[in-house]
């Protein structure tokens, strides 16, 4: 995987090459937490399946989801500047069947079900709503979550044993977490 601006030049080759313009939002794949998050992706099998990306920022989570096999993306964050850059990025990287809505968790929808939901945020946003994300998840569906440091990792597994999801790896990179559970 490979991540670029239209700027750049000599990109090397790769089997995903993804184009971000980032502008105000986060998520360029430099920072820790993005990259644990774009790793999580790529040893996933998301072949055929749907995926909610929260607090999406640039949507380069999406996008790299959507590329590596995904069929049903949203993309979701409440900040109006990364809503209108995560639109920009979907068409550079001619994905634009990725649905990208403004909001909070409050636009996850009823009927909104997916197999996997990735939230890059912070541990506080993540404590408050982790019950949200549950709603729109079914037995098996997977959560990542990342924005956090290690130090954070025992309450984040307690608010999501509480709501039925079984914690099952982490990684860890300058204290910065990412952690995977799954619903039972």
């Known amino acids: 995987c490979v991540i670029h601006s239209t700027f750049h030049t000599d990109v090397?080759?790769?089997?995903?090459?993804?184009?971000?313009?980032?502008?105000?939002?986060?998520?360029?794949?430099?920072?820790?937490?993005?990259?644990?998050?774009?790793r999580?992706?790529?040893?996933?099998?998301?072949?055929?399946?749907?995926?909610?990306?929260?607090?999406?920022?640039?949507?380069?989570?999406?996008?790299?989801?959507?590329?590596?096999?995904?069929?049903?993306?949203?993309?979701i964050d409440i900040d109006e500047f990364a809503y209108e850059n995560a639109k920009e990025n979907v068409v550079l990287n001619d994905t634009p069947d990725i649905e990208v809505r403004l909001g909070g968790s409050d636009a996850i929808r009823l009927d909104d079900d997916f197999d996997f939901v990735i939230a890059n945020i912070n541990?506080?946003?993540?404590?408050?709503?982790?019950?949200?994300?549950?709603?729109?998840?079914?037995?098996?569906?997977?959560?990542?979550?990342?924005?956090?440091?290690?130090?954070?990792m025992d309450v984040l597994k307690e608010e999501a044993a509480r709501h039925g999801l079984r914690y099952l790896s982490y990684a860890e990179d300058n204290r910065w977490a990412m952690m995977r559970f799954v619903k039972e």
Not at 13 to 34: E, N, S, V
Not at 40 to 58: E, H, P, R, W, Y
């Open 12 to 38: 090397p080759k790769a089997r995903y090459d993804i184009l971000i313009d980032p502008k105000m939002a986060f998520g360029t794949g430099y920072h820790q937490t993005t990259c644990h998050m774009l």
């Open 40 to 75: 999580a992706i790529l040893a996933s099998d998301m072949a055929g399946k749907s995926v909610l990306d929260m607090g999406c920022g640039t949507a380069l989570l999406a996008i790299l989801a959507r590329k590596h096999g995904a069929e049903n993306v949203v993309a």
């Open 123 to 152: 541990r506080n946003i993540l404590l408050a709503d982790m019950v949200n994300y549950v709603c729109c998840m079914h037995a098996g569906t997977e959560l990542f979550i990342s924005g956090f440091y290690v130090e954070d």
